[in-house]
């Protein structure tokens, strides 16, 4: 399945803006189930400095700096990757949750070294208390660890309102439990301090899930769960739509929550008022479409 | 009786500092100066001194000393108040003295820990072996706010990350030192230890040379070495700059005074931008790059692209400028990891690991409380121990638990049991004690000693002393500024003499002659622009209420003219209060001068040009301070008596008059004749062709001005004696008018300040790169124009309405363009001042 993906940002400024420095995570990650095919980004007005590089977590990001007065930011990124999702997992043969956690906290291995960074608080997650409470009824004793993780997923899908009214990116996930309202991003951070509260691995993952009336969250950036277990590897959750990510959802740059991955991040010299408006498509290519 | 240093020493016995100054030692502590009743041999020179001087002798030297402190300005801020916060520094003049021997186990020990915390964090902004192999658990490094994930793989020039390292030492009653805490982000004090040094050197000279004490000057040219080597490839005349987060910071005083002794600019954010990845100074000349930031900013608040971006304190784009190798900055970003005390508890393994050395130095007992063990013994035993946070930063205060009541103690049992990994118990050390001057005695205070070092080729160097600061109660062991301690200047004993030595005339390193000083920072020249403002201001408002006062005490028709004239002026300048129920003009008036509340009174303009000059505190020459600290301890005075008040305030607007005028001689006779000047002097200008306008405005706003009131006109004006010699006839308005408004020859006129302003702004750096006029030069011309072009016999005739209109209409014009001018330049030159934003998140 190849998918392409045009994502476009667009700043209007009050007044002019006369010097901005820019960090935007656009390009696509590889990994297993995702070739990255082709990559484009296209900045208006021209940038003056471009330096593409690979951030703590290797996601790839760009910084860019325009010194060129402008009243109009376009940020338009092209991708084109091809998805070739492993079957899923058989979520009763993972060990039960409990072993996670141990493992987590043993970091025997690079690997649980590397999932052992995503245990703790971050900007945009807090843990414990009713987030502890709320996550406990996933995870009965011996309960098996992805099942658990897939039952949590299934039951914010459930108990959550998607509203986009309802939070903005800085609204707390203590909040988001008590109003049962937000967007992916609150939903996913909601899902990532469950699991931590439990002293169990989850990151963020940043992209685009395919256009069309299957998934919510289609015309915009989207955001969803990876959680690890010991010989499964990191495992995706989309609380949102309460899938399995297989072959409809592009992988940006994943990390500990929103702050570490935001698509753009920017500061500007002047501007006064400003205006923002994102589009994403995100589409099959070629013969494959007929899926 | 009185003695001084020169006297044979008195008869007391020298190894009995009690004989002359009954001074005992705290019992259960170890005391720095008495040892089993006896004085220690290597205090046994200062003790000596001190005797024989007797309390007068020190309490005439101390004087001196803190006369120093004031006329320096030497402060520290105390967070809260933009205006009462600086407080003088409280300096001790009894030093402490440090032996040689165990002086030299300590520098070991400091370079030991500068080596160690360096490798540490080269390891953990690198290949993070110490996590994985478990040396350090990653509860420390993962979840620290202070782990900049941005920086993490930028190797810093030299792979140092600390080019300051310091630690607080404190002695326990067994006579070992211990460590209490390290600091590894931007260690503070430095520059107050060098201060220390200044004044008590001041104070005790004699002793200081005979007793061998090593100097710091060494010190700080070792530091401004390893600075010189982060200068990025080879690059000519280097630009290093000293960032400050601004003067509200608790020692922002110390970094003005680093600054100007190791010759950097001071900036702050505002002043630096990122351009093609390089660092630039913001200057009235242009952008000029930048090499290396000596920063005394918190790192997390440096890049609000890159780090945290609640607050635009910092440089967007810095982190990348550093990734690039295009600037360097000391302490490296990210250096603030290592200074979680919870370090302390893996420092003796990290040591042995990594340095393949025992710990020279130990610090106090620490326990980690992520740990289950530790928990263990700090739930068990939190009656003797402190507890603080793990991660620096986070709002919780460090609580005693010897202070805590039996509910409050299960209270903080149970935080520290729902997240254990937050928390570090540390012992209580019992500070030892030393001498401290007092109210004319001296008693034993608890200490703190905090000690320094820097990068050499491929070591530290130790700063030969260091800043000791003293509890402010025996019963107090918590040593900070903030809540009320002292300090003292620290003397580590040498063998022989040390060699004069300072970094004001540096002999290794002969400064390039340079008359460049086009790197004036707009934001410097906005400051100095309102200062020259402020000052002027003060001393229109000050000849004005003068020659009002004067005018209260007698009462012929042509003073009370004149005074009416003067009150009239004054409130149409806003500086008496519009009033339900009028009371006299003279209370009007003395309120205006005595009141710190009066809203545009004498006092309130005073603090304005202090406010406005301590935000200028590095540009600034001694003298100039000395003479603006003059100015506000003038009127810090209470109010006299009622019945003296008018007088006082003759004598005290006299005073005001001098020192105005010997801030002006200082700044005219030592400024250089760069940009800097010229901003403080177009702001002069500006600002007495203003008043002199403003006053004429209100002044002759009737056709036939009585001659009482060209009198009082002159009289402000400081213009009477010029007058009286050219014309020998009686006051007319049109020969008043002329002097005050056209007579380019009288430094008070108008037309003076405006051929002034015209060649300043000439020599303006707009003026000179472009052939077309900038539009504050064509203001400026035609301003003067303006006036050399008013026919002043026409518009002073009397008893002429039309003659009257065209007067006023004259001056209503100029004051509406000496304020456009004004903006003006703002504009072209101070707009630097343009808020940085975030993009909103998509």
Known sequence: MKLLTTHITRYWYSDPVSLCHTEVYLMPRARKIQTVLDHELTIVPAPETMYPREDYFGNPVTFFSIYERHRELIITSRGLVELAPAPPPNLDLSPPWEEVREEAARRTSPDSFDASQFLYESPHIKIGGALA?????????????????????????????????????????????????????????LMIACLRSLKLPARYVSGYVRTGHKFVGGDASHAWVSAWCPMFGWQDFDPTNNVMPQDGHVTLAWGRDYSDVSPVKGVALGGGEQVISVSVDVSAQGLDSAV | MKSTGTSPPSQADPSQLDAAWSYEAYPGFHDEVLGAGKVRPHWMALTEALTSMGHAGLAKRWQQGQRMIHDNGITYNVYGDPLTTARPWPLDPIPLVMEQTEWKNIEAAIIQRAMLFNAVLKDLYGPQELLRENRLPPELVFPNPAFLRPCWGIEPAGGTYLHMYSADLARSP????????????????????????LVTTRVLPDVFQSAHVRRLANFF??????????????????????????????????HAFLARYLGYTLVEGGDLTVRDCRVFLKTLGGLLPVDVIVRRQDEQFCDPLELRGDSMLGVPGLVQAVRMGNVSIANALGSGLAESPAYAAFLPGLCKHLLDEDLKLPTVATWWCGQEEPLKYVLDHLDTLVLKPTFPGARIEPIFGARLSGEEKKAVLDKVRAHPDRYVAQEQVALSTVPVWEDSRIGPRHLVLRVYAVPSENSYVVMPGGLTRISNSLDNMVVSMQSGGGSKDTWVLGDAPAPPFTLLRPATHPLEVSRATFDLPSRVADNLFWLGRYTDRMESLVRLTRAILARFQEGDAARTAGLNAGLEILAELGHLPERETPVTPEREVLAMIYDPAAANGIVSG?????????????????????ILNQLDQQFSLAAPAEAFRVSAAQDRLNQVIITLS?????????????????????????????????????????????????????????????????????????????????????????????????EHVDQLPNSQISIRRPQEARQALALLTAVQLADVRELGRTEDAAAAAARDALLDRLAADLSTLSETISRAYFTHAAQSRQLAAP
């Open chain 1, 133 to 189: 409470e709320y996550a406990a009824k996933s995870f009965a004793p011996g309960r098996h660890f992805l099942d658990g993780v897939n039952d949590l997923s299934s039951r914010i899908y459930k108990d959550f309102k998607y509203d986009p009214r309802a939070t903005t990116v800085t609204t707390p996930v203590n909040e988001v439990l008590v109003s049962k309202r937000g967007v992916c991003q609150d939903f996913a951070h």
């Open chain 2, 221 to 254: 040219q070792a530091y401004r070495d390893a600075l010189q080597r982060l200068v990025p490839a080879q690059r000519e005349n280097p630009r290093i700059v000293l960032l400050t987060p601004g003067p509200y910071n608790e020692t922002y005083f110390e």
């Open chain 2, 174 to 197: 067994d006579g070992q030192w211990w460590v209490l805490s390290d600091r590894t982000q931007t260690p503070s004090g430095a520059g107050y230890a060098l201060e220390n040094r």
């Open chain 2, 662 to 758: 010997a801030f002006s001689g200082i700044v005219m006779e030592s400024m250089t004749r760069g940009d800097g000047w010229r901003f403080l002097d177009i702001g002069r200008r500006l600002e007495r062709a203003t008043q002199m306008t403003d006053m004429l405005r209100h002044g002759l706003q009737t056709e036939s001005p009585a001659l009482g009131v060209l009198e009082a006109i002159l009289e402000i004006a400081d213009s009477s004696i010029t007058y009286r010699s050219r014309y020998l006839t009686s006051l007319q308005t049109d020969l008043v008018l002329d002097l005050l408004l056209a007579d380019e020859a009288n430094p008070r006129s108008v037309a003076f300040q405006l051929a002034r302003l015209k």
């Open chain 2, 606 to 626: 005073i603090h304005r040009v202090r406010r406005v000059a301590w935000l200028l505190r590095d540009r600034i020459s001694v003298d100039a301070w000395l």
